[in-house]
């Protein structure tokens, strides 16, 4: 995104990965980056301009002929074809509810498709950082790219953390 500004700044990616419940990789879906004009571009605050000009994401940005509808509707579709069921689609992700609040402005057809639950694998690291302090201190560390897929990737990598080395230990649980 060009910010956090649900109501002036822009996606500029999304991408998305299906798994199961333990976690495992189902399939990798599409990856989109959006074709945004130079003024929305140049309207981004400082951290955008740096992060995303060191990943390239900017520049790839405008070299992108892939429409934000495009985008939605491919998107979409593949949900769909994973997911058939309208409400059953959970997105996952760190602070995923600044993604949510971007999708309901931009790509209110792929939300309506969404379940209303999320998985907000930030929360989980603030209370594991809270309650488990050394497991905490062992979690996978993130690259902070800040591109969709390598985003979804580590949110993956830590949920997965969190799971085998919290919920497993301390809950007694028989997980896989």
């Known amino acids: 995104m060009t910010g956090l500004d649900v109501e002036k700044d822009a996606v500029l990616q999304i ?75 959970q997105i996952a992700g760190n602070s995923v509810h600044v993604d949510l609040a971007f999708l309901r402005r931009s790509m209110p057809r792929l939300v309506d498709h969404l379940h209303y639950r999320i998985v907000d694998v930030s929360t989980l690291g603030e209370l594991c950082r809270r309650w488990f302090p050394r497991e905490h201190a062992r979690a996978p560390k993130k690259k902070n790219t800040h591109t969709a897929m390598s985003d979804i990737r580590e949110s993956i990598t830590q949920l997965q953390y969190y799971r085998r080395s919290i919920f497993k230990k301390w809950s007694g649980a028989n997980l896989p």
């Open 15 to 89: 991408a998305v990965v299906c798994t199961d419940g333990a976690l495992e990789q189902i399939v990798e879906g599409p990856e989109f980056t959006i074709h945004q004009p130079e003024e929305v571009l140049q309207g981004m605050n400082e951290w955008c301009v740096e992060q995303h000009g060191k990943s390239g994401l900017t520049q790839a940005c405008r070299d992108s002929t892939t429409s934000l509808a495009e985008a939605e509707q491919a998107v979409l579709e593949f949900v769909q074809q994973q997911a058939p069921e309208p409400g059953t689609a």
